[in-house]
């Protein structure tokens, strides 16, 4: 869209025109000012768009005002990676560990992308394991968001990011957790026997595994098992196999929660809504 100056004073000169220096300031004390000394460059300090100041970091978060987050972090009632900061203008970085009397802070919208992952793609942040979940997500949301809990490469289904650390802890949590249901192929039928011993839960060198629950699924040979786990890992699923003397074939996640697959292609992503939101925090 091109922007059009409108014109008055058919007959004005420019500076160029007049013979004189275009947009000069002529006048008494001008020049006698400053002494006749060329005029000083104005030099801009180069400023790192990645930092905030954090009053604004805290107000960002919801806690408070601006005026009011000043307060408290002069009162040292706020810490940046463990150290307190009383300093009026102190910058932090979204990546930093702030919080407020004791619990951490995060200035961005929470976000809640729920994928269902394809084979070949590691759970994980890192840039260095080849092609990541990340890729996967990567025009989901400008936040910092991070899969919750995971599945092996060669693993399929869902995974939940987020950058709210409440429903992290919730699934991170060693005696509550959220339930995720796996569907699991085995090299051979799954013996009645061993099907028991899942159920009721057993020790492997002294460490007792047990799981939420455990099915044949319905129509399907009994190679085919439902189990349903809160760890956020998947490793208990190869302890409890490799134990057993089987191998499994594939593992897909087909529900967290109260969450599913339903209308979610494999390899698609999409964003809770309220209602779903609602629910994950009521867990």
Sequence with gaps: MSRQQGRSGKGKT??????KPANKKYGRGADDARGNKPAKKKVSKASNSDEIRLNKYIANSGICSRRDADMHISVGSVTVNGKVITEMGYKVKLDDEVRFDGARINPEKKEYVLLNK??????TTSESKGRTVMDLVANATNARIKPIGRLGRNSTGLILFTN?????????????GVARLFEIELDKNLKFDDFKKIQDGFKIEGKMVSVEEVSYIDGQPKSKIGLKIKNTGNTILHTIFDYLKYDII????????????KDLPRGHWKHLTQQEVNTLQML
């Design 14 to 19: 420019s500076g160029r025109e007049s013979g």
């Design 250 to 261: 594939r593992v897909d996640c087909v529900q967290i929660g109260h969450l599913t697959k």
């Design 118 to 123: 394809p084979k070949g793609f590691a759970t």
């Design 164 to 176: 709210d650390d409440k429903v992290v802890k919730k699934f991170t949590n060693s005696k509550t």
